[in-house]
């Protein structure tokens, strides 16, 4: 089973922190996802990447930059948090060959802005 | 664009009742679907997908038919058990998506004794 591994697994800040998601992967896939998962909404796409210094926008970027640094990692950084910020963020890997590629989900972060 | 309708977004039943959770897409290609399931504190995972030979895939005693007519993959499975309890979401992707996978808004299944 693919392993991508995400911290912290909770974190704390104020309105107008400083945040930075991490995300890492050993499975050698192409492609990274950030998402944002909130009762009603399901499951939203932030940003993903398929390569290390490639960056695509998704569906609810505003407030959120991310990094591809290497293959292996992926970083979400918040860096004016807002309330609305608050929500539970998964990372997933996906090897990228062909559009029936499954994704592998990291056990998520829980973020709260107060 | 592409885009995936879940319209129930909470299913209540009792143990033993067949279950089925819907779902309709939208696609310009023909799309790949998919059943993610995610239980209580944990990620989401992959339940089952669909073939491209048409072949109807089937997971856990969970299968799914993809009809391109009526452009639905409805989750069927013959008999619940207490253990189904989760959050079910229905996902899509196709060539032109460049590996994006796009969600429902998922559904969550309540199975009681």
């Known amino acids: 089973e693919a392993a991508v591994t995400q911290s912290p697994r909770n974190k704390v800040t104020v309105t107008g922190g400083n945040v930075t998601l991490s995300c890492r992967q050993t499975?050698?896939?192409?492609?990274m996802y950030w998402y944002r998962q909130d009762t009603g909404h399901g499951l939203r796409l932030i940003h993903y990447?398929?390569?290390?210094?490639?960056?695509q926008i998704g569906d609810v970027p505003d407030g959120y930059k991310a990094t591809r640094t290497t293959q292996e990692d992926f970083f979400l950084l918040l860096e004016l948090a807002s309330p609305s910020q608050t929500s539970l963020y998964f990372c997933a890997s996906s090897p990228g060959q062909g559009s029936n590629e499954r994704l592998f989900f990291g056990h998520g972060t829980k973020l709260s802005v107060l | 664009g592409d885009s995936v309708t879940q319209t129930e977004g909470l299913v209540t039943l009792t143990e033993g009742l067949p279950v089925m959770l819907n779902c309709t897409y939208q696609s310009t290609y023909s799309p790949f679907l998919f059943w993610y399931v995610q239980h209580l504190n944990e990620a989401p995972k992959l339940l089952l997908k669909?073939?491209?030979?048409?072949k109807r895939p089937e997971h856990q005693g969970f299968h799914a038919t993809l009809h391109k007519s009526s452009s639905s993959f409805h989750l069927q499975k013959s008999s619940a058990q207490l253990s189904d309890s989760a959050l079910y979401y229905c996902?899509?992707?196709?060539?032109?998506?460049?590996?994006?996978?796009?969600f429902g808004d998922g559904t969550q299944l309540v199975v009681k004794p």
């Open positions: 990447s398929y390569g290390a210094g490639n960056l």
């Open positions: 669909s073939f491209t030979d048409n």
């Open positions: 996902a899509l992707s196709d060539r032109d998506s460049n590996n994006r996978i796009f």
């Open positions: 499975n050698s896939h192409n492609y």
